[in-house]
């Protein structure tokens, strides 16, 4: 069995986040392979998964708009996605809804620079931003850049924390990363995230970001097993559009 130290993890948090920083010279341990792999598809696979949430949360927030009768704030969508729920559903009251968004199959481009196929299936107790909304989540066909995402992920929305910021129980099980050589790796995850800025900046999706405590475990696509568990002083920060994870420390566990 391989531990990283705190330290070492924190590096390779920092030499994956969208703005890149050396790592420091006196740094006193040296992952294996096994480690780094671990370290790069666990982020890998939270970005991906972290994507299905804000396609459903935007999605969400046009269907809301359209039922209102207004014009959607969330331009967020790609145009070439399509939203579609049964008519019965089609209006404020009825609960719970059926909700896909489809991509097409020959790609979508979406305004965050992302290609994305396929579609996203949810049923959700509420609006998402609602405290108490239950929504469970799985893909089809779904692929993003060429990463095939699948899995099953419910989001509960637990309200607002005492920093005032919306709370989420985030759950994926069976979760699938294909990578676009073939290989695959595997990831599940329980967690809480707290939406930490860009809640109210409709209008630019990528300034959105979360604070995220709890953990992972994985296989990754050399069969290497693993498990995290994230420092609740030290929680990961991820920020909507950034493939890495930005902050952070946590403990890695390969065996």
Same mark, same amino acid.
């Given at each position: 069995?391989?531990? %990283?130290?705190?330290?070492?993890?924190?590096?390779?948090? *920092?030499?994956?986040?969208?703005?890149?920083?050396?790592?420091?010279?006196?740094?006193?341990?040296?992952?294996?392979? /096994?480690?780094?792999? $671990?370290? *790069?598809?666990? $982020?890998? $696979?939270?970005?991906?998964?972290?994507?299905?949430?804000?396609?459903?949360?935007? *999605?969400?927030?046009?269907?809301?708009?359209?039922?209102?009768?207004?014009?959607? %704030?969330?331009?967020?969508?790609?145009?070439?996605?399509?939203?579609?729920?049964? /008519?019965?559903?089609?209006? %404020?009251?009825?609960?719970?809804?059926?909700?896909?968004?489809?991509?097409?199959?020959?790609?979508?481009?979406?305004?965050? =620079?992302?290609?994305?196929?396929?579609?996203?299936?949810?049923?959700?107790? =509420?609006?998402?931003?609602?405290?108490?909304?239950?929504?469970?989540?799985?893909?089809?066909?779904?692929?993003? /850049?060429?990463?095939?995402?699948?899995?099953?992920?419910?989001?509960?929305?637990?309200?607002?924390?005492?920093?005032?910021?919306?709370?989420?129980?985030?759950?994926?099980?069976?979760?699938?990363?294909?990578?676009?050589?073939?290989?695959?790796?595997?990831?599940?995850?329980?967690?809480?995230?707290?939406?930490?800025?860009?809640?109210?900046?409709?209008?630019?999706?990528? /300034?959105?970001?979360?604070?995220?405590?709890?953990? $992972?475990? =994985?296989?990754?696509?050399?069969?290497? *097993?693993?498990?995290?568990?994230?420092?609740?002083?030290?929680? %990961?920060?991820?920020?909507?559009?950034?493939?890495?994870?930005?902050?952070?420390?946590?403990?890695?566990?390969?065996?």
């Amino acid at each position: 069995m391989k531990q %990283l130290s705190f330290l070492m993890v924190v590096i390779i948090l *920092s030499l994956f986040s969208c703005k890149k920083d050396n790592p420091p010279e006196n740094n006193p341990t040296t992952p294996g392979t /096994d480690e780094v792999t $671990a370290a *790069s598809e666990n $982020a890998l $696979a939270t970005n991906m998964f972290d994507d299905v949430y804000k396609q459903v949360d935007n *999605s969400s927030a046009v269907t809301k708009d359209s039922a209102e009768g207004i014009k959607s %704030l969330a331009g967020l969508m790609s145009s070439c996605a399509t939203i579609t729920l049964p /008519d019965s559903e089609f209006n %404020l009251t009825v609960w719970p809804k059926h909700i896909t968004v489809d991509f097409g199959t020959t790609g979508c481009p979406g305004n965050d =620079g992302r290609t994305r196929k396929g579609k996203i299936l949810y049923t959700t107790t =509420g609006w998402m931003r609602d405290s108490g909304t239950v929504v469970t989540v799985t893909t089809q066909n779904y692929y993003v /850049d060429n990463y095939k995402v699948e899995g099953f992920k419910t989001i509960t929305n637990n309200g607002r924390n005492s920093n005032n910021n919306l709370s989420y129980h985030v759950v994926v099980t069976n979760g699938k990363i294909t990578h676009p050589d073939g290989t695959y790796h595997t990831w599940a995850t329980d967690r809480t995230s707290e939406w930490t800025y860009g809640e109210t900046t409709w209008l630019n999706p990528w /300034d959105d970001k979360f604070s995220t405590k709890g953990g $992972a475990n =994985g296989i990754t696509t050399t069969e290497a *097993s693993y498990t995290i568990t994230i420092d609740n002083a030290n929680p %990961l920060i991820t920020q909507f559009g950034c493939r890495w994870i930005q902050q952070g420390i946590l403990t890695l566990v390969v065996t």
